[in-house]
């Protein structure tokens, strides 16, 4: 059997967490990160420099034999480097698409699936004309470099407008989106391989806190088979469109309309952390099976699960691994306020022994502010 090395634009939590699927497939990693002591450095050779130099770059590409990336905020320039010399997973059009959200939203428009009124804005004046247009409130977003509710504005009366335009305009192009009155974001997973067979993973419900998730649950409570059956849908033909080969993730929101689109990501995604021990085969195992060129697994989420984000402070490992079912997961990162640095997965027989269980993880953990509490 030939050996085969998986190159990943990235070196974070979700760097390492595709090796540790990877490597019982005796597939080889190598990343490419400014920082040495990144999370995936100890499941292979990290390289790039801090001025992430053309040499660097290629010395990367002569590392491995297929590529992928961890973060869509990348240079679009550097995957179209390493794909003019070899493979990379999602391809370019995957990436373009996802760093812009005009062209997300126009490919959301073009494939029939329900996404919020939104205008390109360019000026203060544009954002008055799209307030009269779409109605207030607004939710302003940069157009690029969006990432957790960075760069993003509620625009609640028209009196704002100055302010809105002051705080984001030196970032412009933006664009202006109607505020959904949603009753709780969703997301779906999903992964396509070379042979463009697709599976997807259950619709998972996700809270947030000051924009950083906090939780999920899998499968989303009280889901019917038509809205799974749709979210799969959107996200088949958004794959499709796009020629992407490997995971994807749509965020949505669930509203009494039936599913809003948000925005994707090219990539695996905290909300699919949940998958590693809730699912036959994980969305890491999938991403790297596809990249591969493997056939990809089991999708399924046969029992509840939740998935919780340690941010900011790491709790003891004891008192984690005394809740049963509960799995836990660092990533080596140093402690710092609002920084995922690792998570924990619990499983259980129904959803209220998970509910009770994730009380009893609420408890252990330092930064549990939308954690139900006992
Ligand atoms: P995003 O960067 O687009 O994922 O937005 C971050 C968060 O802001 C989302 O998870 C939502 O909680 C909220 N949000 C974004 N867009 C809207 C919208 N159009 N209406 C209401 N809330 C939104």
């Known amino acids: 059997m030939s050996k085969l090395r998986i190159g990943v634009l990235g070196g974070g939590q979700l760097g390492r967490m595709m090796a540790l699927a990877g490597i019982p497939l ?69 990436l373009a698409t996802s760093q812009n959200r005009l062209n997300e939203k126009a490919l959301f428009d073009r494939l029939g699936i329900p996404t919020a009124r939104h205008a390109a804005i360019h000026s203060e004046a544009d954002l008055r004309a799209a307030a009269d247009a779409i109605g207030l409130p607004l939710v302003i977003k940069t157009v690029t470099m969006g990432y957790d509710g960075k760069g993003q504005f509620v625009l609640r009366e028209a009196a704002q407008i100055p302010a809105a335009w002051a705080a984001l305009g030196a970032q412009a192009p933006l664009m202006a989106e109607a505020f959904v009155s949603f009753t709780r974001e969703l997301s779906i997973i999903a992964v396509r391989d070379q042979a463009g067979a697709v599976r997807c993973y259950p619709l998972t419900q996700n809270v947030h806190h000051h924009g ?7 499968p989303a409570p009280d889901i019917s088979t038509d809205t799974q059956a749709s979210a799969a849908r959107h996200i088949t033909d958004i794959m499709k469109d796009l020629g992407h080969v490997g995971v994807m993730t749509l965020e949505m929101f669930d509203t009494p309309s039936g599913l809003v689109a948000n925005e994707t990501a090219p990539r695996v995604h905290n909300s699919g952390h949940w998958t590693i021990e809730g699912a036959p085969c994980s969305q890491f195992e999938n991403h790297v099976r596809a990249v591969a060129g493997l056939p990809v697994g089991d999708t399924r989420c046969p029992r509840p699960a939740a998935m919780l984000n340690i941010i900011g402070q790491h709790p003891a490992r004891a008192d984690v691994l005394a809740q049963p079912e509960a799995h836990l997961h660092f990533y080596g990162k140093a402690e710092r306020d609002g920084r995922k640095i690792g998570h924990i997965t619990v499983t259980a027989d129904d959803r209220a022994t998970l509910d009770a269980r994730i009380r009893a993880l609420a408890a252990v953990l330092p930064n549990t502010m939308a954690l139900p509490k006992n």
């Open 212 to 218: 950083i998730l906090s939780h999920s649950l899998a």
């Open 26 to 94: 005796d597939l080889d990693f190598s990343f490419y990160e400014s920082t040495p002591d990144c999370p995936s450095a100890r499941l292979g050779p990290v390289f790039g420099d801090n001025n992430n130099s053309t040499a660097s770059l290629d010395a990367f590409i002569d590392s491995a034999d297929v590529f992928t990336y961890e973060f869509e905020n990348i240079p679009a320039a550097w995957v179209e480097r390493i794909a003019a010399r070899k493979p990379v997973f999602p391809g370019v059009k995957s």
